[in-house]
């Protein structure tokens, strides 16, 4: 269970003063499978406790950090020169925390413009050398706050458009931060910018935390700051919430359409209630193009919930949703079975709900699911966004075909209940896959399903792009990715697989570090298929033996027999559960994919 | 507010910092009377003492306090 006093709305000064207490909280429950994670904080002023709030967020998210903390102000000796404790500790990400206080030299206003052009170079060549060694050294994701705006303005309204002001300056070295990010994948931008914005610049910049603390963000603010940084680590390790469950009588529209009918309840532009409901539909709508999945949960008639859709001035279409559960059911049934027929798990849903009551009942019932306290109408969209469910960390041509995808395996579904035999069924999919090493096309892809896969996935090994991209890279390795289309459409991406050559008493032997397939493609053989490629390019390489490993989780229970499935004999298991298989070269093969066409 | 009611609050504010509900501080406790009470924890307490009393301590106000009780008087003259 997640702390809700970590979720937004949250009492920023009961967290700081707590925060002892709510690490205790936090590791002391149970259940909670955690990955582990180094992060190196490289500071250009104090980080102390940027680090220890940071650490309560990650925690609640599911992801235990292990952190490198640089001295004082040493983030650019630190990441140009290195040292050997941050080169042992060989971070899996690295946070750059500097702020508009680390600029050394603003513009004056007797500088001409070559001068302020070359300022601003200066300043750049700067960050460019940090970020170019630490990827050189490290390979792994970096995070980098853009620079706050000033809490004063030495040219009043002119700052922000004369070369010379210190707000414009530094809007332009934003501006060169971004155009790097747009064009460097495993880099991102801690927006702090926005986030001082809404907090309140002065407040934030406060100069008695400077001159006392060298804290550069007042300490007040730290959590609002910490907040917002841990939604990009959570979202680059695959724990982005996937898809909504939306209440509606008073959730998508105002009134209850099965009592006021549906001509009367509020929707569309007649009056502001109307107008407030329909920014909210168009919020909702929005995320669609995000790969977010749209579903209901509503106690209603099913007939009345449609006509409430059927509105012409309903922003939102009963077409948008991938699956309506209008009854009378409990909504944490209706949210269970809806996460059951589209094959994601019930805590990848956020429940938004005007009904305090029903929101106590969907999250006593659905556990790690997300529900905000939305409040009011007016508050909707900011409740729900300032908890960063959904934070975008680079949009895969994935996310924008995932609703269409979803939708087609539900099609599927109805299909394969028309055939007696199941062979006859896959046959009649006309499955065509492509099975082939990792390529730069489909890197963020393939991490992203290394980070979310949890029920198919016979190791749960995690990696950043970054670790993708080396495996991709090493001659010892083979890696394969699998994409599967057939006639209802593209499946992307479904299939992961990677292991690395390894010398055994002068024998080669393949070990088999990581298997996964996305359930969306359950029962469809595309794991076979998967193997007889692996099994080919093992076999070309002169390798005799190849070893599978099986590690139990509390999700993977369904791939527990994968490798007898595959033919692979038993040779050892540990008391945990944890099973290791072999597959001889030297003996047939004997391929069990009956209907994928491969290449 | 008085002086008692005044240790009352920020006897629960250091058990909160510290999370120690046995913290019991005084006119003469040190920081070297406190567990953890380093510099860095130092100005978490001062924030969570600002945050709680509603007050704000001036940038001379809070180096070189000796004690707790010196600490009490300053946040009495806040106070008003």
């Known amino acids: 269970m997640s702390l809700k006093e970590l979720e937004y709305p949250f009492d920023s000064d009961f967290i700081l003063r707590k925060k002892k207490a709510l690490k205790r909280q936090l590791t002391e429950r149970e259940g909670v499978t955690y990955i582990d994670k180094k992060i190196a904080i490289l500071g250009g002023s104090t980080t102390s406790d940027i680090k220890l709030i940071l650490e309560l967020f990650l925690l609640n998210y599911g992801i235990r950090p292990e952190f490198y903390e640089s001295e004082y102000n040493q983030y650019y000796e630190d990441a140009v020169f290195g040292n050997e404790e941050l080169d042992s500790f060989n971070p899996d990400l690295v946070f750059i925390h500097t702020t508009s206080r680390n600029i050394k030299n603003f513009p004056l206003v007797t500088d001409n413009e070559e001068a302020v052009n070359s300022l601003a170079d200066n300043e750049m060549s700067k960050f460019l050398q940090i970020w170019g060694k630490l990827e050189e050294k490290f390979h792994c994701t970096i995070i980098q706050n853009n620079f706050e705006q000033p809490f004063f303005r030495l040219m009043g309204n002119s700052d922000v458009s004369d070369i010379h002001g210190r707000l414009n300056f530094i809007n332009r070295l934003n501006e060169r931060f971004y155009d790097y990010a747009r064009s460097h994948e495993n880099f991102f931008i801690n927006d702090i910018n926005y986030i001082s914005a809404v907090y309140g610049i002065k407040k934030w910049s406060d100069p008695g935390d400077w001159y006392r603390y060298k804290y550069a963000v007042a300490v007040p603010a730290i959590p609002e700051f910490a907040f917002n940084l841990s939604h990009i680590i959570k979202a680059v390790y695959g724990k982005n919430k996937k898809a909504f469950a939306l209440d509606m009588d008073n959730t998508l529209w105002g009134g ?94 956020v429940f938004v709900d005007d009904n305090p009551v029903e929101r106590a009942l969907v999250e006593a019932q659905v556990a790690g699911i997300s529900v905000p306290e939305v409040g009011a109408p007016e508050t909707y969209i900011d409740i729900i966004d300032s908890n960063g469910y959904f934070e975008v960390t680079g949009l895969s041509a994935e996310d924008l075909k995932r609703n269409g995808m979803y939708k087609a ?72 990715y699998g994409r599967l289309e057939d006639k209802f459409g593209d499946n992307g991406v479904v299939a992961v697989s990677f ?46 033996k190849i070893r599978g490993f099986y590690y139990p989780t509390a999700k993977n229970k369904m791939v527990k027999d994968f490798y007898s499935m595959q033919g692979f004999v038993k040779i050892h298991e540990a008391e945990d559960g944890s099973t290791e298989w072999e597959l001889d070269l030297s003996a047939p093969y004997f391929s069990k994919n009956v209907a994928i066409k491969v290449n | 507010m008085t002086r008692e009611e005044v240790f009352v ?60 009780g010196e600490m009490v008087d300053k946040i009495m003259a806040h106070l008003g």
């Open chain 1, 499 to 544: 292991g690395h050559e390894a010398d055994e008493n002068g024998e080669k032997v393949f070990l088999m570090d990581l298997w996964l397939m996305s359930c969306r493609v359950l029962k469809r053989g595309m794991e076979f298929a998967m193997m007889d490629e692996f099994v080919n390019e093992c076999k070309e390489r002169g390798i005799a």
């Open chain 1, 409 to 480: 395996n539900m099609e599927r579904a109805k299909a394969s209940a028309s055939f007696d035999d199941y062979d006859d069924y896959l046959r009649s999919l006309e499955m065509q896959a492509e099975i082939k090493p990792f390529t730069p096309l489909y890197m963020a892809r393939i991490a992203e399903l290394t980070n979310k896969s949890n029920q198919f996935n016979l190791t749960t090994k995690r990696c950043s792009q970054a670790e993708i991209e080396k495996f991709a890279a090493d001659p010892t390795y083979i890696t394969r």
């Open chain 1, 256 to 349: 209850i359409v099965g009592d006021d009918g549906p001509e009367n309840i509020h929707i569309g532009h007649e009056d502001a209630e109307s107008e407030l409901f329909t920014e909210f539909q168009q919020y909702i709508k929005a995320h669609k193009d995000l790969g977010i999945l749209l579903t209901v949960a509503s106690k209603n008639d099913e007939e009345n919930a449609l006509a409430g859709l059927a509105r012409p001035d309903s922003t939102l279409k009963q077409d948008d949703f991938l699956i309506i559960k209008a009854n009378w059911d409990n909504k944490d049934i209706n949210i269970k079975n809806t996460a059951a027929e589209i094959n994601i798990g019930a805590d990848s849903f």
């Open chain 2, 9 to 68: 609050k920020l006897n629960e504010i250091f058990q909160d910092v510290f999370d120690d509900e046995d913290i019991n501080v005084n006119d003469a406790t040190t920081a070297a009377d406190v567990d953890g009470w380093d510099s860095l924890e130092h100005i978490n307490l001062l924030v969570a003492i600002e945050r709680g009393f509603g007050i704000r301590f001036t940038m001379g106000e809070t180096t070189g306090l000796k004690n707790v």
